[in-house]
């Protein structure tokens, strides 16, 4: 029954708050840089976020898979390292800044105070002592360190790259900030432009990269497929094309191909438009010159050159080729073919590319087939608008003439190398990672370009090369480029008058060691040996599949280099990999097209909507991913506000397996919150009538404590391996098998509402401590600090079956018998029963059937 002094509802307003402050008090989630060694170690991480300035519904579900995992691995004994930063540089800060006119730093520190406040309030087991920000000079001081250590092991070039150049803001682009041939901030056409750029070396690992994928087996196989692909290593043949008259001391052009089979189909030879033979045909035709510049203008991503229109121009000039005596083919500059991959240029096959078959279609060329479909005719096969890309037989091959596929490659390769005209090669599509950006708000590269002596690393002791403070973000392009005085320096070798590098780093670079750094935040050198090398690598990452590329895979390379030079015992960062689902939420538009939030809109009980300012009707979309573009976001503070922290928590679980998409919807919080206070209730009505703590409960309750158990090891295994909806429906059933049991065993009861508060710690632990202090009051530990409950194997063994009882094949009945009942036992109940007898009656029984602990079938 409810003491006089409890209230009615549990007031998770006052209890949330409580529990935090108590937690941070007792230190419950801190542990040092380097334990000593007596638990298991857990390193537990979620990809950081960037500081937006709020936290949103994708946060709170990768928040909270991860401190399920962390506050049970705390429980089951490990030591557990959990922290949180901030991946803190960027152009959003330094766009706030123009837009604004307010510093980067003060725009990006304020967001991180207001997103750490919601953080907290989500009552997460982070050790907060090890937070971090990339914009930190203390962060970022460390990184120019180990980019100095990179350099020292000839792991950083600096060399000449095409880039997309806006002229109206003087930036260098990514290809995604590319909009139809236009800068996505100025509006302004594109160029693309040569700039000497800073690079780190990943190629030389491809082979590694590719090869160590295989022993990630805690990643998910579609992440490992995405990245092998990117890594993309393919056997074929660097192909010599001699030109038919030399061109500005161009003798030949190189070319990488998969297919050095299908040579005698060639119709056309293709370079990129940044192509020393493109510059060449440009100096001599003004039409050149001009489709190199429309090429210029387009977006140079591979998704936006898939998705263009394939051009070319024919530049005049011809290439011998190497098998075919006196044969020679144009050379035509594509929009398609791309001068940092392979070799800027390519060999047009068109019967068997597709992509080349629509550019010869386009213009006219020639379409040869040298591949026939086996059991095809020679005579009549013909390659209409559709290539045909399959393995076969080779035919209008000469000496490859009869072959199949792979023997023809080999055999194409040889004669290459025999002629002297080309040779077997792998070639990997991965290209060295560009880590020069343009912009203010990102790590300075720690470089100084001095006439005498070239480029000269920072010496280590001026580090931090911090920014300044005082820029100006009036004027288009990098300010760091225009501040008056930062970037003129002495030449720390010759002492005469130098500059300082004014590029930044990619923010990839920032994110793809943090988690090293996490293990000693407050180190005076980037990395601790005995820190990193007892925590890394991280046994447990999550984060969302956009990541399953770049930043995964520049983690994997950062941490390959650390391991190669010694600073890290692991060569991979992140032992297992869980890819979460995105949060959805319905849309909501009026008939002018604007998009409503959830909160502004009424729905009907018949399912319809309207606006509730206007009554105006609303056309309901589907669940889709939440954005701010369609309003269909929901505030996680304002959910906190109403609800409670663990409600949010709750409803985040219970739905989809974690790595599926969830639908937010308010009745599945409204119903989560229910359950919140249920719970409360279950326990709060129940505490006077309980026997003292430590009461041993007697052979009455046998049947309730085996529930408990069962229950204790159910969620045990749910909350280990990611199966939280399955943990969740588990204390749903476990609490109505408690609701059910009011007259049982008082000590059972007590064990089973224990244990009920201890199981739903990792996903309601703010609840978890409210039930737990009424029922351990004056307790001297948290739920926080204690071991998880172990089930009792003796409890866990079934002491009865359920067999199903069959007439000719049709279920009559069920029966429940003693576990290891002999056949004649089962068989004999089986016959007892009402409709059994009934279905059998005045029929002879042929035959009895008996599967053991399953299916008694009587023939009659």
Known sequence: MTDAATPARYDFAAAEPRWQAEWEAR????????????????????????????????????????????????????????????????????????????HPAKWTYANIGAMRAELKRMGLSLDWSRELATCDPEYYGQQQALFMDFWKAGLVERKESWVNWDPVDGTVLANEQVIDGRGWRSGAMVEKKSLSQWFLSITRFAPELLEALDGLERWPERVRTMQANWIGRSEGARVRFALEQPVDGIPEVEVFTTRPDTLFGMSFL????????????????????????????????????????????????????????????????????????????????????QRDLDFARKYGLDVTPVVLPKGGDAATFTVGDIAFTEDGVMINSGFLDGRDTASAKRAAIDALEEKGAGRGVVNWRLRDWGVSRQRYWGCPIPAIHCEACGVVPVP???????????????????????????KHVDCPRCGAKARRETDTFDTFVDSSWYF???????????????????????????????????????????????????????????????TQGMVTHASYRTADGRWLYPEEVEIAPDGTATAKATGEA????????????????????????????????????????????????????????????????????????????GTGPGEAGRALRQATHRTIAAVSEAWQSFAFNVGVARIHEFANTLEAAKDADGAARREGLEALARLIAPAMPHLAEE???????????????LDWPEADPALLVAESMTIAVQVLGKLRATIQVPVGADEAAVVAAAEAEENVRRAIAGKPVRKRIYVPGRIVNFVV
């Open 516 to 578: 090293a750094r996490f293990t000693a935040p407050r180190a005076s050198t980037p990395l601790v040996a005995e820190a990193v090398n007892h925590w890394m690598p991280v046994d447990q990452y999550i984060g969302g599949i956009e990541h399953a590329i770049l930043h995964l895979l520049y983690s994997r390379f950062f941490t390959r280099a650390l391991h190669g030079m010694g600073k890290v015992a692991t060569p991979e960062p992140f032992a297992g990999l869980f």
């Open 270 to 353: 293709a370079v990129a438009a940044e192509h020393p033979l493109a510059a060449a045909a440009a100096a001599r035709d003004p039409g050149a010159a001009g489709f190199i510049a429309e090429c210029r203008s387009a977006g140079t991503s591979e998704a936006a050159i898939e998705q263009a229109e394939k051009r070319g121009f024919d530049t005049g000039f011809r290439v011998r080729h190497p098998f075919i005596e006196g044969a020679t083919f144009p050379v035509w500059i594509a929009n398609f073919v791309l001068m940092e991959y392979g070799t800027g240029s390519l060999f047009g096959c068109p019967a068997h590319d």
């Open 27 to 102: 230190g419950c989630f801190a542990v040092p840089d380097v334990p000593d060694g007596t638990k298991p170690k857990a390193y537990v991480l979620e990809m950081f976020p960037y500081p937006s300035g709020k936290i949103h519904m994708g946060h709170v579900r990768n928040y909270t898979l991860g401190d399920v995992i962390a506050r049970h691995k705390r429980a089951t004994g490990h030591a557990v390292l959990h922290p949180m930063g901030w991946d803190a540089f960027g152009l959003p800060a330094e766009n706030a800044a123009r837009d604004r006119g307010v």
């Open 460 to 486: 280590v002791e001026q580090l931090p090369v911090r920014l300044p403070e005082d820029v100006d973000f009036s004027k288009p392009g990098n300010p760091l480029d225009h501040h008056p005085t930062w």
């Open 771 to 785: 039930l737990w202090s009424m029922l351990r009051p004056g307790g001297e530990r948290l739920v926080a600090e």
């Open 618 to 693: 609303v056309t309901i979309g589907r669940g889709e991913k939440m954005s701010k573009s369609k309003n269909n976001t929901v505030d996680p503070g304002a959910i906190i506000d109403r609800f409670g922290a663990d409600t949010a928590r709750w409803f985040i679980l219970s739905d989809n397996p974690p790595d599926r998409d969830m639908e937010w919807s308010e009745g599945g919080v409204t119903g989560a919150h229910r359950f919140v206070q249920r719970l409360w209730r279950l326990v709060s009505n129940a505490v006077a009538d309980l026997p003292a703590p």
